[in-house]
């Protein structure tokens, strides 16, 4: 069981990306994903969320811009990322937290800097 976060890079603000995590093993009907941020000299920052019945939730900074989804048959989840600032950069991580045994996996993380 593990989550691999990719599809992170350098683009101007305004710009858009696509970050995806391969969560092998994950039962998404067990468990709830998260995508986190992480800035150096930061507490790592909760950005977005899917449950086990494909609820979404954003922090309030990410509305309207970020999109996440999921699809089961491939066991991958998805950060649509658009109208990219500054303030977005960091390390995202994908994390998987199952809602029975409440057991917690994080993914090594995917690098995203937007220049301004």
């Known amino acids: 069981v593990q989550l691999q976060a990719y599809g992170g890079g350098l683009v101007q603000a305004g710009g858009s990306l696509r970050l995806s995590c391969a969560a092998s093993g994950v039962n998404f009907d067990h468990n709830t994903m998260d995508w986190y941020r992480q800035v150096p000299g930061k507490q790592r920052a909760w950005v977005a969320g899917?449950?086990?019945?494909?609820?979404?939730n954003y922090v309030d900074s990410v509305k309207g811009r970020f999109t996440i989804t999921r699809d089961k048959d491939k066991n991958m989840v998805y950060l649509q990322m658009n109208s990219l600032r500054p303030e977005d950069t960091g390390v995202y991580l994908c994390?998987?937290?199952?809602?029975?045994?409440?057991?917690?996996?994080w993914g090594q993380g995917t690098l995203v800097t937007v220049s301004s």
């Open positions: 899917i449950t086990t019945v494909a609820t979404t």
């Open positions: 994390h998987a937290r199952n809602i029975v045994t409440t057991t917690e996996l």
